[in-house]
């Protein structure tokens, strides 16, 4: 899917092929070209997690409860927001789970965005990241509901109300969990780089005016999955640590 190589990319392959390519030998994975071992959207991350921090780098020394700044409103908004939504999906205790919701939003609504910045690419519109963030959800919705429920209790989920029905609910809660990481998956990519590729194409046949409104859209769309990313991994959360009774 990489067809050309973004600036920031030539940038680290030309300094930083070396340090990559280390890597990518110590894991087992052998890179395409071991010259240029980077790829776009390992660099488009890098750069969302630079803007991230620097954002919070930024924000933090200018809390204040008398004078709260417009960047301190944006992002009291989505912690509100946020936790109105754990609190009505996940109930009372949703809470301590607001620090990874609040890590995935940002994340995924930063690399949606990043596509609307000239020379800079959405690094959600290629499939590996997705993935890995889909993986992350699937790994941490998991692990909550070991730690809420512990072993027996949590696994209880996947035998059904009824242990007649245990033989028959096993295997299809089992496929409906291994399908999660890949429903994530296509719904954030698939959008995403649908989104990038209409509005290239409308930019190749107006340059000046119909991508403005284009752009909007991608604005909106960013905004969107990122939404629905969170509220699904809620839900999955909610699903894991409530307890029958």
């Known amino acids: 899917m990489q067809e050309h190589e973004l600036w920031v990319t030539a940038l680290l392959n030309d300094y930083l092929a070396g340090p990559a390519s280390a890597i990518l030998s110590w894991v ?3 890179a395409e070209n071991p010259a240029r071992p980077w790829a776009n959207f390992v660099a488009m ?3 969302v997690a630079l803007i991230v921090i620097v954002v919070f780098a930024l924000l933090r020394p200018r809390l204040s409860m008398d004078r709260p700044g417009r960047l301190q409103h944006i992002f009291e908004i989505i912690h ?3 936790e109105g939504t754990a609190e009505e999906v996940i109930g009372p205790h949703g809470r301590p789970y607001l620090s990874y919701l609040g890590t995935i939003f940002i994340f995924v609504l930063f690399s949606n965005l990043l596509g609307v910045v000239p020379t800079f690419e959405s690094p959600t519109m290629f499939a590996a990241v997705p993935l890995g963030c889909a993986l992350a959800t699937f790994t941490y919705y998991n692990f909550s509901g070991f730690r809420a429920q512990g072993v027996g209790g949590y696994l209880k989920h ?3 109300p009824m242990p007649i029905l245990a033989p028959l609910m096993v295997p299809i809660e089992l496929i409906s969990h291994l399908a999660r990481p890949l429903s994530l998956t296509i719904r954030l990519y698939a ?3 649908a989104g990038e590729q209409v509005t290239l194409a409308f930019i190749g046949l107006a340059p000046l005016v119909i991508p403005v409104a284009f752009m909007g859209l991608h604005v909106f769309v960013a905004f969107l ?3 629905i990313f969170t509220l699904l991994t809620t839900v ?3 699903e894991a640590v409530r307890h029958e009774h």
Request: hydrophobic share 50%.
């Open 80 to 82: 509100q927001f946020l």
């Open 28 to 30: 087992g994975v052998e």
């Open 225 to 227: 999955q990122a939404y």
């Open 236 to 238: 999955y959360v909610g």
């Open 191 to 193: 959008n995403m780089y």
């Open 45 to 47: 991350e890098i750069v």
């Open 158 to 160: 996947f035998a059904g």
